[in-house]
């Protein structure tokens, strides 16, 4: 299958246009953000590239750019290979085989496309880099400025947000522009979250719901990039400004920067996951976890805004639990908590089974 894939960074352009306000700091940021850019622009439409790895065994090669923006670089380490001594490369391997194995573990998918790809990732990109993405193809980390922002590799969370594009882009294929890009970031903050959650075995009441803590220098007025259970709150620092993500739909971003507010709006559908999952209670990748992986693989199409992902979530919680049971109401209850009314539609196969009738837009 053919079709375009955005390049999505972990690090919105409105913080880096905020650096760049900056004497300090405007030349990386502007050298950061036209390299967003120009990679944005390179993007045509492609096909996923070929496997490489046998089904279902996990795949992970890593590659040092060694600060130039040729990618992939240099190979430095490979699945069952020797181990390399540089923290980075470290963090990359073992970080994505996390992910990975979260993935294969909670919901039984093999790698990002369901069909083995090998989890391909360039670190040291660039000089100073203040950001990480997804290209469609690999994950590609900067090594931060260290005066904002740290190595990129030090998250699981923003590895597994990264990938989670992948996954994305092999299912739903959500649109990256206005509320679609804003569910697609969401979902990535959601399985980002969800596998550093897996990873530590917590409850939904024990995790921290930040995406990206420890990517800033403690010199920073800031916990991370995003919170997922107070948006807006994440950072208030007079170099990077206030976050500002929205929390309900009252409050949501009209805006034509960041792609029609993907980054920002973003905020909406996350509280509306963690709601459910506190709501639900208990460690939140097994029901509320499960009925958003369903929804995102089964039951949105490329264009489905935040309407539609409230709509087949209900749906998908209803086919998995019933309509009548707590994470169904959990679900409706979150939504309109956001300011999103539910309106769950008829799905006539089964959930559970990872598929659903028909997708819901």
Known sequence: M??????????????????????????????????????????????????????GVKHRIIYDAKHLTTLPGTKVEEEGGARSKDVTVTEAYDYSGDTYDFYRQVFARNSVDDH??????????????DNAFWNGEQMVYGDGDGTIFERFTIALDVIGHELTHGVTQNSARLQYQGQPGALNESMSDVFGSLGKQWSLNQAADKADWLIGAGLFNKAVHGVALRSM?????????????????????????????DSGGVHINSGIPNRAFYLVATGIGGKAWQKAGLIWYRTLTGALKPSSDFQAAANATASVATALFGGTSVEHKAVIDAWATVGVKAKPLMLTSLAAEGKTSAAVD
């Open 2 to 55: 053919t079709h375009r894939s955005p390049v999505c960074g972990i690090v919105p352009p409105y913080i880096l246009r905020k650096l760049a306000e900056d004497p300090e700091y405007r030349e990386r940021a502007l050298r950061t953000l036209e390299i967003t850019e120009q990679l944005r622009g390179a993007r045509l439409s492609r096909a996923i590239p070929p496997l490489i790895g046998a089904p």
């Open 116 to 129: 083995g790809l090998a989890l391909k990732s360039t670190v040291h990109y660039d000089e100073a880099y």
């Open 229 to 257: 259970k107070a948006p807006g709150t994440a950072y208030d620092d007079p170099k990077l400004g206030k976050d500002p993500q929205p929390a309900d739909m009252a409050h949501y971003v009209k805006t034509t920067s």
